[in-house]
């Protein structure tokens, strides 16, 4: 049996032969750093047997793939720490997960942070006991028959639900046996960096109507610089998290008499206002039509784009004078019947409808999160109907308005992927790959980077989409691009061409920060709150030294507010020090502070945030200072 090595050399042995053994084979020192091993793709446990010419790589700690297994056999560890010292705990499912793990669990009352400090105890005993870990394979029947001797229906269930005739593994760590696919470590000594991080309720199996078990979250490293550095960059993200911040700066909130519907407060409503009117101004420049359309349609609408078949679930529905009506999820399809409503001529190409109308979609309430999972939204949504030779052109379009919007938000540049044809497609063949050949073109002229994902395409069309990295390494895909062959075919749409002929239209589904408030929920943690000037609800506050200076503060608030720039007076009879810690904590790009100096020379003392001393100004000076940045839209240094 031939072994073929990373380095192409390849290796003789005798069939079969384990993983660990090929190790051994290669070196000494491999085979103790030895993690598992890379098998024509797939990663397996090291006492798997090989019986068959195979590309095999060692996996040891500096493997991305390792990472992985470590965390799932911390998982196991998790689980069994749980079982030492809660022995009536049953498990549902504990799988990796992105910087972590997580495990499902029955207990009779709820975790404690203690609890969980002396869990995290118990696992390091586990791990110090390096307990070897060993695969099984069992019958269906002695599965079902070990979940049922445990008297554990999770378990129970999971069995009966591997389809008939599939492999049914188990693994063995001490006294502690789990049902599980793999792989997993050689041994539980190789757990040594591992942090409980929290709690939360959870459904079995995602599912609401099924009992409520507790999912305890966990991370592991293979050292302590690593594990270190992940905890500080969480710390980060819960500093960051836009739920703490939209309370903390007054932004917005949710009831659970609306649920996943968020109420804007004043500052936050004035923030959404001044992103959609930012994006009117460029529609108006880049020759977008916003256009306004129904909430409610009848349920032959959604029949007719094929939501109702496809979407119905996440879809509200009520009724009325005995008819059905659908509350829209998306403006595409009232945008069909919006081209429809006339004679379009080729002329009237490229159209495009931008709305900000309200959708709606019904989200589990499993996956719901402060404003990046909401039911109430709304998109800069824009479809655009072109004739196909207008392709390239209108992608160059959709490019520039694009990083125009990344640039003024200071966002990174994105990360473009190409979705091509999936199996599951419909249009002529050739319209796909004309379309497909003409959007690569664009990339490569632009000079843009981009990742082909070969069938990542919608069902409808190809597509480009933009993925950007926020200020902790988070990555969003916030911008779309996506061309449509389907629904101008559902509902029959035609233009007259040049030459007195009907010609089916193409539609682009556009939308660059997508839904307005998931974008506010990923820029406020990518700002960490503080905004730009230009969006600032408060661009600037004025601060008096004593109550005796509080009208001049007041002088100061009028002639900044007639010069355009938002601004608020604190009066409060409190100490200058406490006043700049309150606004700084309000994220206020400039703070004012009037006194008897200030007055007597008819200035403000200009404190940028950030604790930058700029110095006195006069006001006049001042605001022409702000309606720069404002102008000009640029980040404050």
Known sequence: MRVRLPDGSEREHPAPVRLIEVAEGIGRRLAKDAIAALVDGKVLDLQRVLDHDAAVRILTAADKEALEVLRHSSAHLLAQAVKRLFPEARFGVGPVIENGFYYDIDVSRSFTPEDLSNIEKEIARIAQENLSIERMEWSREEALA???????????????AIPQGETISLYRQGEFVDL??????????????????????????GDEKRPMLQRIYGTAFFDQKALDEYLHMREEAERRDHRRLGKALDLFFFHPLAPASPFFLPKGALLYNLLIAYL???????????????????????????????????????????????VKPMNCPGHMLMF??????????????????????????GVLRGLTRVRSFAQDDAHIFIAPEMLAHEFDHGFTMVRRIYTDLGLPDPKVTLGTRPEKAVGDRKLWDDAERSLTDVLTRRGVEFIVNPGDGAFYGPKIDFITRDAIGHEHQLTTMQLDFNLPERFDLKYSSDQGTLCRPVVIHRAILGSIERFLGVYIEHTAGAFPVWLCPVQAKVLSVAQDFNDDARKVERALSEAG???????????????VRTASLEKVPY??????????????????????DLGSMTVPAFATLVQEMVRSRKALS
């Open 591 to 612: 703070l004012l502070v009037v006194g008897a100096r200030e007055r007597d020379a008819g200035t403000v003392a200009v404190r940028q945030r950030g604790n930058v």
């Open 340 to 365: 429809a409503s006339k004679v379009r001529s080729y002329r009237e190409l490229p159209l495009r409808l931008a709305d900000f109308g309200r959708l709606h979609r019904y989200e589990r309430s």
């Open 180 to 205: 599980c696919t793999g792989p997993h470590l050689p041994s539980t000594g190789f757990v040594r960096h591992l942090k409980l991080l929290s709690v939360a309720g959870a459904y079995f199996r």
């Open 565 to 579: 720039i938002r601004t608020e007076v604190d009066d409060q009879n409190d100490k200058i020090g406490a006043k």
């Open 280 to 326: 009117r101004e460029l529609y108006r420049e880049l020759g977008f039509q916003e256009v306004i359309t129904p909430q409610l349609f009848q349920s032959e609408l959604w029949k007719t784009s094929g939501h109702y078949d496809n979407y119905k679930e996440h879809m509200f529905f009520c009724e009325a004078d005995g008819v059905e009506y659908g």
């Open 146 to 160: 070990w979940a049922r001797e445990r008297a554990d229906p999770y378990k129970l269930e999971l069995i009966e």
